[in-house]
């Protein structure tokens, strides 16, 4: 079964996702492109559209996702706001190759204003290179950051108990 990839941008990296996603729909590892937007001419605010991408790969709806803005930096802070995901901008292909292989992680965050077309659509492919293995032992830092991630629910669940 091939790849359900969740494309996002905001006004500033609808160009890329829109390059990028004829790339993807091209690709025969990925079965299915999801893109939650922006169209061309849209300002919808990032946070949103970074969330949303993120949403669908924490409710099992898409596997990875390639998120763009001006920097990639705005897109990976809102990814990381959803529950499981970790997102991180990628402007080389050994920290891309590090994303997947050394941190499981699940989106990738381009900056149009950062890099050029060309080496976000080169970034784009290998990120689907790259599968993590939960033998390596880069296995036990990703447990820690999923503890880290766990116990900061439990206490945001104890706080909201706890009212005055």
């Known amino acids: 079964m091939g790849l359900r990839i969740v ?20 690709d025969p590892r990925v079965d299915e492109v999801l893109d939650v937007g922006i169209a061309v001419g849209e300002k919808t605010p990032y946070p949103h559209k970074g969330v949303a991408g993120a949403r669908l790969i924490a409710e099992g709806k898409a596997d990875r996702g390639i998120f763009v803005c001006g920097t990639g930096m705005g897109m990976s802070i809102s990814a990381n706001k959803v ?3 970790r ?3 990628a402007h080389d292909s ?38 993590f293995d939960p033998t390596s032992h880069s296995r036990a830092n990703v447990d820690l950051i999923v503890d880290y991630e766990k116990q900061a629910r439990a206490d945001s669940a104890a706080g909201a108990s706890s009212s005055c």
């Open 94 to 131: 050994f920290s891309v190759e590090r994303l997947v292989m050394s941190n499981d992680a699940q989106v990738l965050c381009l900056g149009e204003r950062v890099i050029g077309r060309e080496l976000a659509r080169r970034l784009a492919h290998e990120f689907l290179d790259y599968s």
């Open 7 to 26: 494309l996002a941008a905001d006004a500033a990296g609808v160009d890329y996702k829109d390059v990028i996603k004829a790339d993807l729909e091209a």
């Open 87 to 89: 997102a991180s901008t």
């Open 83 to 85: 529950s499981g995901i």
